[in-house]
């Protein structure tokens, strides 16, 4: 086989855009740092050829997020995108319906390229109230139902009440806190990618 028929066969490099806020822009960390960095070295630690793209913007909201989306597909050109937004709406206590609102039509444009996402949770605080917590629970519930794609947990899940883990402010992810996501994330993304992981029923 020629050089250029091996070339002409070879699999193309798959490029997964993390699309959110401070969470995944890395705030307060060094770049070699951030989500983005660790998770591509993470699968290409396990043989899986993945660029991955940081396209977070501290500070965020999903109205922000809704008014670069666009720009950002065409810069980029993704197979994949980690749809991970909501967090600064629940700080900033807006309603889960205008989170909703900003998202599905976030969803609709990436439906409309014919780019798969994965859509990751928010989870609010609890002195938000059971009422606000449930329904912003739903919100992201039937918009992966709706658009048929997989809900990813709240990327802080496991790591926010573990003070080593976080940076001094409680709210953002330290160094530690970042490979402690990269590893379930990175597994996650190779199940999906060989369709072991269904999207939302």
Do not use: C
């Not at 065409?74 to 937004?85: F, G, N, S, Y």
């Not at 928010?122 to 912003?136: H, M, S």
Request: hydrophobic residues 40%; charged residues 15%.
């Amino acid at each position: 086989m020629s050089s250029s028929t091996s070339i002409a066969q070879a699999k193309p490099t798959t490029t997964i855009v993390l699309f959110g806020d401070s969470i995944i822009a890395g705030y307060g960390l060094a770049e070699q740092e951030t989500l983005a960095v660790q998770l591509e070295a993470y699968l290409e630690s396990t043989q899986h050829d993945i660029k991955v793209i940081n396209a977070g913007v501290s500070g965020d909201t999903t109205s922000a997020g809704l008014t670069r989306i666009a720009w950002t597909l065409q810069r980029t050109k993704p197979d994949i995108v980690l749809l991970a937004l909501g967090a600064n709406d629940v700080l900033r206590g807006l309603p889960p319906a205008t989170t909703a609102q900003n998202l599905d039509a976030m969803l609709e444009i990436l439906q409309n390229n014919d780019i798969k996402v994965i859509l990751s949770r928010v989870d609010a605080p609890a002195n938000l109230g059971k009422t606000y917590a449930q329904e912003l629970k739903t919100a992201y519930e039937t918009l992966a139902t709706s658009y048929e794609v997989p809900l990813y947990p709240f990327l802080l899940q496991d790591i926010f009440n573990q003070p080593k883990l976080m940076l001094p402010d409680g709210i953002h992810p330290s160094a530690a806190g970042i490979k402690a996501i990269t590893k379930p994330l990175g597994n996650y993304i190779i199940e999906y990618m060989a369709k072991k992981i269904e999207p939302m029923p």
